[in-house]
């Protein structure tokens, strides 16, 4: 182990002494890429307060995030030049707070025949002797995905300003004795270290229709050996953007990607190319072997767990070492025409960063908007104990719908009205699309209307309903786009999950983010998560209203009720 950091630590002066390729920071047209002239609009209802987004143009992909310093870094993939996906950049923005964000220079631009072609994602490492490096995908002259490296010019800047390119990229190839799809191999993760002081790390990929994560060894860090399969799944297609990471059993600590031991599970996550939704699996990895097992239970295809079921893709976490937790940040792209999306100028947003953690059940995540997100609150309207009757709603005054945070908590005394679950009602985005807000029921449905007009024409619904099933009770958490906007041409797909949880012994609780054109929503506590980006043409600015609402026959109790109107973050 300390062989390896010293010869990292003089393989890295050397490199940062000479021999580097400097990276421009001024924007270049690069040919093979698309890119459309923005026609930003200065009326913008749909543009966001406090959820991270560029002041115009296309952003996809978070890359490289991590903090150094005490400072957060968020690089993200970006077309400077439109409002479409095309010449694509590494953007560079940086934060103390994960609220308020200053914009950099682009820190990785196309410039070296091994990423002539684009700059597309990749993931941070801290080296030891306090030493951040960039793993990338580079799309070289002959258009195959390679990775590569980069590193700060100068490491004692804490904004980490400029970035240079180690002279030998790319580090990783695809050969013809490799046997990788050279247009699928991609989006390396963060790289761990093994108790044998090798340096590991994988690249999404797939071997015909069977998904792979591609796992590769180095002593230095330059010098890369491609070792086996980390792991695989049979007909799952492309594994974009993998994330492989530790999380601890009944503890709320995060951990460095490179702890193993007791008491420790691991969780492999994936960017599914073929349904653009992200799935993890929760399980064990032996560093030995290194070979990743997912639990028995832990489906490892488009039918297991997701981080969120609404718009939420290509996702990172990192370890926040200074707060001890994980952080995942994930892409929320718009709803909205890609005409449309040109007219105002902008294109794709970040979620709310998230605090995620293994549940105490051992079997899933938890996730959660970071702590951080409550200075932006203003002053709290609050209610506790209302009775809420079947086919009634209450508007909660006081509070600017269009921006703001809310969090509800019901309670449930009688379970007679629960309708029976169909056995075969088994996908939640179809149930909730055959039941929606407007659909009543026994118990449920009930929650939010948010970004709702003044006549109800115009409104989103987050709610719940539960059904009773043989072994107890069935709790859908729903997100209904059906009413979200009169204009037609949005997508406004109703988006649905199962909640993990016992409604006789815990109360139904839902957190709701409000930001103009998205509404992200929290049930059980973070058990399962959905997104929705909502263009209303009614409910906007300050003709829009929130409310609670029961749509079924059963009475339910809100227990406690909190919101705030948010204030707005400097993201310049």
């Given at each position: 182990m300390a062989l390896c950091s010293t010869r990292l630590l003089c393989l890295f002066s050397l490199l940062f002494s000479h021999a580097v390729v400097h990276l421009e920071a001024s924007h270049q047209v690069y040919k093979n890429f698309q890119s459309l002239q923005c026609n930003s609009s200065a009326y913008q209802p749909y543009r966001t307060s406090f959820h991270f987004q560029p002041l115009n143009n296309w952003m996809n992909d978070p890359n490289g995030v991590m903090i150094y310093h005490g400072i957060y870094h968020l690089f993200y993939q970006y077309n400077p030049l439109g409002a479409v996906w095309g010449n694509i950049v590494w953007a560079h923005s940086t934060s103390k707070d994960l609220i308020n964000w200053i914009p950099l220079d682009p820190?990785?631009?196309?410039?070296?025949?091994?990423?002539?072609?684009?700059?597309?994602?990749?993931?941070?490492?801290?080296?030891?002797?306090?030493?951040?490096?960039?793993?990338?995908?580079?799309?070289?002259?002959?258009?195959?995905?390679?990775?590569?490296?980069?590193?700060?010019?100068?490491?004692?800047?804490?904004?980490?300003?400029?970035?240079?390119?180690?002279?030998?990229?790319?580090?990783?190839?695809?050969?013809?004795?490799?046997?990788?799809?050279?247009?699928?191999?991609?989006?390396?993760?963060?790289?761990?270290?093994?108790?044998?002081?090798?340096?590991?790390?994988?690249?999404?990929?797939e071997i015909g229709n069977t998904g792979v994560a591609i796992l590769y060894t180095s002593k230095d860090f330059l010098h890369w050996i491609l070792a086996h399969y980390l792991h695989s799944s049979k007909a799952t297609g492309m594994w974009e953007c993998p994330d492989f990471y530790p999380v601890q059993i009944n503890s709320s600590k995060g951990l460095d990607t490179s702890t193993t031991g007791a008491n420790i599970k691991h969780v492999l996550k994936l960017s599914l190319d073929d349904t653009k939704h992200d799935y993890y699996t929760v399980g064990s990895y032996n560093p030995n072997k290194d070979i990743y097992t997912p639990d028995k239970g832990s489906v490892d295809n488009d039918s297991g767990?997701?981080?969120?079921?609404?718009?939420?893709?290509?996702?990172?976490?990192?370890?926040?070492?200074?707060?001890?937790?994980?952080?995942?940040?994930?892409?929320?792209?718009?709803?909205?025409?890609?005409?449309?999306?040109?007219?105002?100028?902008?294109?794709?947003?970040?979620?709310?960063?998230?605090?995620?953690?293994?549940?105490?059940?051992?079997?899933?995540?938890?996730?959660?908007?970071?702590?951080?997100?409550?200075?932006?609150?203003?002053?709290?309207?609050?209610?506790?104990?209302?009775?809420?009757?079947?086919?009634s709603d209450l508007e909660i005054p006081?509070?600017?719908?269009?921006?703001?945070?809310?969090?509800?908590?019901?309670?449930?005394?009688?379970?007679?009205?629960?309708?029976?679950?169909?056995?075969?009602?088994?996908?939640?985005?179809?149930?909730?699309?055959?039941?929606?807000?407007?659909?009543?029921?026994?118990?449920?449905?009930?929650?939010?209307?948010?970004?709702?007009?003044?006549?109800?024409?115009?409104?989103?619904?987050?709610?719940?309903?539960?059904?009773?099933?043989?072994?107890?009770?069935?709790?859908l958490m729903c997100s209904d786009q059906s009413r979200s906007s009169l204009y037609e041409k949005n997508d406004k797909t109703t988006y649905g999950a199962f909640v993990n949880m016992d409604p006789v012994s815990e109360e139904v609780s839902l957190r709701t983010l409000i930001d103009h054109s998205i509404v992200e929503s929290f049930g059980g506590e973070g058990k399962s998560c959905i997104t929705a980006r909502v263009y209303p043409t009614l409910a906007v600015e300050d003709k829009a209203h929130l409310h609670a609402f029961n749509n079924g026959t059963a009475t339910v109790i809100i227990s406690k009720l909190g919101a705030w109107s948010m204030k707005k973050a400097q993201i310049a």
């Open positions: 820190a990785i631009s196309p410039s070296q025949p091994s990423d002539i072609n684009g700059c597309w994602s990749g993931s941070a490492t801290i080296l030891p002797g306090d030493k951040p490096v960039i793993v990338y995908t580079g799309i070289n002259p002959q258009n195959q995905q390679v990775q590569n490296l980069a590193m700060p010019k100068n490491q004692s800047d804490p904004y980490l300003r400029e970035w240079i390119k180690y002279p030998h990229n790319p580090l990783m190839a695809p050969t013809p004795i490799s046997k990788i799809n050279a247009s699928s191999f991609r989006d390396p993760t963060t790289a761990w270290q093994g108790p044998d002081g090798l340096w590991r790390l994988i690249v999404g990929s767990l997701r981080y969120d079921y609404g718009k939420f893709y290509a996702s990172k976490t990192f370890f926040d070492s200074s707060k001890h937790r994980r952080i995942l940040w994930g892409w929320i792209n718009e709803s909205s025409s890609q005409e449309d999306d040109i007219k105002k100028g902008w294109s794709g947003l970040q979620a709310v960063p998230r605090s995620i953690l293994l549940d105490k059940s051992g079997k899933q995540l938890v996730q959660w908007p970071v702590v951080e997100v409550k200075t932006l609150r203003g002053k709290p309207v609050g209610m506790n104990n209302i009775e809420l009757r079947g086919g006081n509070i600017k719908a269009t921006q703001a945070d809310v969090e509800i908590s019901f309670k449930i005394k009688d379970f007679k009205r629960a309708e029976a679950l169909n056995p075969s009602w088994t996908n939640p985005q179809d149930l909730c699309t055959q039941k929606g807000a407007s659909v009543k029921g026994g118990l449920g449905p009930f929650g939010l209307l948010v970004l709702a007009s003044k006549g109800l024409e115009e409104y989103t619904a987050v709610f719940f309903r539960i059904f009773k099933s043989k072994n107890g009770y069935v709790v």
